[in-house]
Nanobody
Framework: QVKLVESGGGLVQPEGSPRLSCAAS????????MAWYRQPPGKERELVAS???????DYEDSVKARFTISRDNAKNTVYLQMNSLKPEDTAVYYC??????????????WGQGTQVTVSS
């Protein structure tokens, strides 16, 4: 069974710079794209940033100059470095990954989410 476990959320001051981590564990054979999504209060879930196995990245426009996604393929872990946080970045942040388990097809997995609240 595959699990994605996020960490690093919490209450952050405006202009703060937390880093989120998401570690995938289980009987993993391979991981393709990994991504971070977020769901602000009362809104739909949206893609924040994504990264391919080879390291190509893509960002939602409002975070492009402030957030950096990275991954450590040896550790099956994806990170989201968030800088210059604003109150509108307040959301539950979810990790997402395309994972192949041994003897099973590719499947899209989600973490349980970690709350990031930006407030003074």
């Amino acid at each position: 069974q595959v699990k994605l476990v996020e960490s690093g959320g919490g209450l952050v001051q405006p202009e703060g710079s937390p880093r989120l981590s998401c570690a995938a564990s289980g009987n993993i054979f391979d991981i393709k794209d990994m991504a971070w999504y977020r769901q602000p209060p009362g809104k739909e879930r949206e893609l924040v940033a994504s990264i391919t196995f080879g390291g190509r990245t893509d960002y939602e426009d409002s975070v492009k100059a402030r957030f950096t996604i990275s991954r450590d393929n040896a550790k099956n872990t994806v990170y989201l470095q968030m800088n210059s946080l604003k109150p509108e970045d307040t959301a539950v942040y979810y990790c997402n990954a395309d994972i192949k388990v041994v003897a099973a097809p590719w499947f899209e997995y989600w973490g349980q989410g970690t709350q990031v609240t930006v407030s003074s």
